[in-house]
Every structure is written in C-alpha cells, then in structure tokens.
C-alpha cells in the first residue's frame, strides 16, 4: 500500500508561482509513476502532469504546458509540480497520484493523496 501527502498549496495572486510536493511511502514507491490532478467542484478531475518513475518521460496537460513543470526528487520518493504564471483558473484542489505506469487518465492510477488547495486571486 502506498501513502501519498502532498504540501505547498496556498494563495497566490495571478503570474505568481507555486510549488506543489508529493511524498509517497509503502511499498515500492520509487517504482512507481506519480502524476498530478486537479478538481474544481462540479466538474471532472483534470490531468495536470505526470512523469515516469526513471523520470525519462514525462506528459503535461494542455493547459498548464510551459507554466508548470513536474520533477522527482533525488530519492525518488517525492514529485514536485513547479507552477509559474498562474491563472485564476488554475484554481482546484490538487491531487497526487501514483501507479506502476506513466498516464494522463486517472483511471489508470490506484493511490492518491488528499489533496492540497491552490487558489490564484486576479
């Protein structure tokens, strides 16, 4: 069984910049793929971006391609998602999540984290 606890999600005006991270324990979360997802109340969870577990590929969402950018941490445990040039409508709730295979469906993803809120202010 793997646990996920994502950190860093705030208040940030627009153009600002966030840094969202994920530590996944149990298991063999170094394994693993881990992506990111987001969710606005009343609507489906989005893709945000994800990333293999040797790092060698990873997917960006359409919206969020050349602002946010996913990277794993050294001990290969850890995701983070820098977010740069922020939008109002970046704002959700932010999930990590983590399975065997890089995807952008969160269908193919068995664990995820509570979630972390991020809110882009005009």
């Known amino acids: 069984q793997v646990q996920l606890v994502e950190t860093g999600g705030g208040l940030v005006q627009a153009g600002g910049s966030l840094r969202l991270s994920c530590a996944a324990s149990?298991?063999?979360?170094?394994?693993?793929?881990m992506g990111w997802f987001r969710q606005v109340p009343g609507k489906e969870r989005e893709f945000v971006a994800a990333?293999?577990?040797?790092?060698?590929?990873?997917y960006y969402g359409d919206s969020v391609r050349g602002r946010f950018t996913i990277s794993r941490g050294n001990a290969k445990n850890t995701v983070s998602l820098q977010m740069n040039s922020l939008k109002p409508e970046d704002t959700a709730v932010y999930y990590c999540?983590?399975?065997?295979?890089?995807?952008?469906?969160?269908?193919?993803?068995?664990?995820w984290g509570q979630g972390t809120q991020v809110t882009v202010s005009p």
């Open positions: 999540a983590a399975d065997h295979g890089i995807s952008r469906y969160q269908r193919s993803y068995a664990y």
């Open positions: 149990g298991g063999t979360s170094r394994d693993y793929a």
């Open positions: 990333v293999s577990s040797d790092s060698g590929i990873s």
